[in-house]
């Protein structure tokens, strides 16, 4: 299993939006193992392709304690189906934007349709963390990231912080 290279910003990919997925078919469960495995490594508890470079609308996620089984979860061409008017701030951070956390106010509710790993369509609703995460994600695929609904200083020291630690590294 190949761990794949996460984008960081201001990487021009992270802004691309991605395009759906027709099938799900062993070739997108192979990309699918490889984004869970680079997250796992990471750590991180969500990832869409387009942070390994791939446009496609797929996401996975597991928010499974440490202390827990790993829940490993999949979502392909996911749709908000609904959102709550009552929204939730939480302290997000992403993959892409090391090291940064900041507080973004997002629906606390939401209604998802999405196509799982065997490429069923699902229904479901998410609050707590899982809403938080899917909408973070389904963000990604449209090639917003968290620090775009920071102010734009905020949004600015961010990504110059994380030029600075890359040329560190
Ligand atoms: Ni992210």
């Not at 999949?74 to 749709?79: K, L």
């Not at 939401?110 to 479901?124: F, M």
């Amino acid at each position: 299993m190949a761990l794949r290279e996460i984008l960081v910003v201001p990487h021009p990919v992270l802004k691309q939006v991605s395009q759906p997925v027709a099938v799900v078919d062993d070739e997108l469960r192979t990309l699918m193992d490889e984004m869970l495995e680079t997250m796992y490594e990471a750590p991180g508890i969500g990832l869409a392709a387009i942070q390994v470079g791939v446009p496609k609308r797929v996401i996975v996620m597991d928010l499974a304690r440490q202390d827990e089984e790993p829940q490993p979860r999949f979502f392909v061409n996911p749709e908000i189906l609904w959102a709550s008017e009552e929204t939730a701030p939480y302290e997000e951070g992403c993959l892409s934007v090391p090291d940064i956390y900041d507080e973004v106010e997002r629906p606390a509710k939401v209604k998802l349709r999405y196509l799982n790993y065997q490429g069923e369509q699902i229904e479901e609703d998410a609050e707590g963390l899982f809403a938080v995460c899917i909408q973070h994600e389904m963000d990604h695929l449209e090639g917003v990231l968290f620090i775009d609904h920071l102010s734009r200083l905020k949004r600015e020291q961010a990504i110059k912080k994380v030029k600075k630690q890359v040329k560190a590294a």
